[in-house]
């Protein structure tokens, strides 16, 4: 997959020339094809990330967590808030390591974290394969698996492109988004499939799999940094030249936190209503395979629309267009809840509409109002933003369901969120940091002699 992606960018990228520069001997921007190559083309870097993306820990813990919901609960005899709780939980905690993931990023480079760090991830998948019959086990063994699923997150993906782009960002950062697009079409099926066949606990092994051979490979492959000493796992000068601001001083910046009441109002919203598509739907008669066939079209929603909506992010104000993806879903909630005819399917896309927005719309509107100077680091703690809504809001829903017999006051809460991040998002003001049309000397690649 990552092969025929590559060459489709590839030839997209011959149309767009100019992607990248470096310093000439006069200190000024200059583009010099033959010095790029030695370290990547820039669309070969989106075809990894759309590789890798498919199995991030979005489609492979968290969109199958309510595959798994009924499977794991009827198995071990409990009520789902406590499956649902330690899947938080591991939400929860992958939102707390994200930052200092990021920070980790910005010193030795992704290579150097990310190589190291799949394997532990896929084997802490495995892992939950051997939960005895003790919730108090389960609930670690999913933290440990939410804590190494950082290394899986979309973080990596969004640094290496949003360091090879600047006035085509949002078109790069809207393609790799269909990754996850992929991933909510073809891992939760997969995750249905391996269940019928030989279980939940043998479907996590086989996720864990998956993820090593899919992300590993992506990673190994395709995903490179400008900077060559980055490129090589060195740390980074004191004197960073990139242009923003450090973390502290972003944390004491008015839109710093603006974007993190939008990305936890939108994360509470979006990651819990599709985490709970499976059982609504089949609390509502739908067959399991009927089910996992309607997330799969939020899926394919996202797959088709998140370019267009990066495209989108390069021509119109981000704020503006970010407020419309995040209400498009308020018409779907009600849709989704029906449960009958076609509605949920069309609830389900305009769902799929907001899907992903932690990716390009957090690694956007960082570079637009933040920089790229501590980039990761910054993009951790509003990531974190993002799955702390996404932990309450997952966990919120099956509280609502065991205590009042149904989703229905959770959905109304998400509708609330979703309307709460569109009004934040476009209190941000103007941009900070303007796009280029070439990316600057300060994240070009730098000669290695």
């Not at 489609?59 to 499956?83: C, E, N, Y």
């Not at 739908?286 to 797959?303: D, E």
């Not at 920089?371 to 609502?400: C, N, P």
């Amino acid at each position: 997959m990552t092969n025929l992606v590559g060459r489709t960018l590839h030839r997209l990228g011959e149309r767009l020339p100019g992607q990248v520069s470096m310093l000439g001997e006069d200190g000024c921007a200059a583009t010099h094809p033959a010095r790029v190559a030695r370290f990547a083309n820039p669309w070969r870097v989106v075809a990894g990330a759309v590789a890798g993306l498919t199995v991030c820990n979005g489609p492979v813990l968290f969109f199958t967590s309510g595959v798994f919901l009924k499977p794991i609960a009827a198995d071990m005899h409990w009520q789902r808030s406590t499956v649902s709780f330690a899947l938080s939980l591991a939400t929860f905690l992958s939102a707390l390591a994200t930052p200092i993931l990021g920070r980790m990023m910005d010193r030795w480079g992704i290579r150097a974290v990310s190589l190291p760090g799949l394997p532990v991830f896929a084997a802490s998948l495995g892992m939950l394969a051997l939960s005895p019959g003790s919730p108090a086990a389960f609930i670690i063994l999913a933290a440990l698996a939410g804590v190494a699923s950082t290394v899986q997150a979309p973080l990596p993906y969004a640094k290496a492109i949003s360091a090879w782009f600047d006035d085509r960002r949002g078109l790069a950062l809207g393609i790799a988004m269909t990754g996850v697009g992929l991933g909510a079409i073809i891992v939760p099926q997969i995750a249905r499939a391996l269940i019928e066949r030989v279980g939940w606990r043998g479907a996590y092994v086989g996720l864990g799999a998956l993820t090593l051979a899919v992300a590993f490979s992506a990673v190994a492959l395709t995903i490179r940094e400008p900077d060559a000493r980055v490129e090589r796992g060195q740390a980074r000068a004191t004197l960073d030249p990139r242009p923003g601001v450090t973390a502290r001083e972003a944390a004491r910046s008015a839109q710093f936190w603006l974007m993190a009441g939008v990305f936890l109002l939108a994360g509470a919203a979006i990651n819990g209503a599709n985490a709970h598509i499976v059982p609504l739907l089949t609390d509502r008669g739908l067959t399991p395979v009927a089910a996992t066939g309607i997330f799969g079209v939020m899926g394919l929603s996202t797959l088709v629309v998140r370019p267009f909506v990066g495209l989108l992010l390069d021509r119109v104000f981000a704020p503006h267009v970010a407020a419309a993806f995040f209400l498009a879903p308020l018409a779907g909630l009600p849709l989704l809840a029906s449960g009958s005819g076609l509605s949920p399917a069309i609830g389900a896309a305009l769902l799929g509409l907001a899907l992903g927005a932690e990716i390009d719309l957090i690694a956007f509107l960082t570079t637009r109002y933040l920089g790229q100077r501590a980039f990761g680091e910054i993009y951790g703690y509003l990531f974190t933003a993002f799955l702390l809504g996404a932990s309450v809001g997952g966990f919120s829903a099956d509280v609502s369901f065991d205590r009042l017999g149904s989703y229905t006051p959770a959905l109304i809460g998400y509708a609330g969120a979703l309307v709460g991040a569109a009004f934040l998002v476009n209190r941000l003001g103007p941009y900070v940091y303007q796009p280029h049309p070439l990316i600057g000397p300060e994240l070009a690649p730098r000669p290695t002699g």
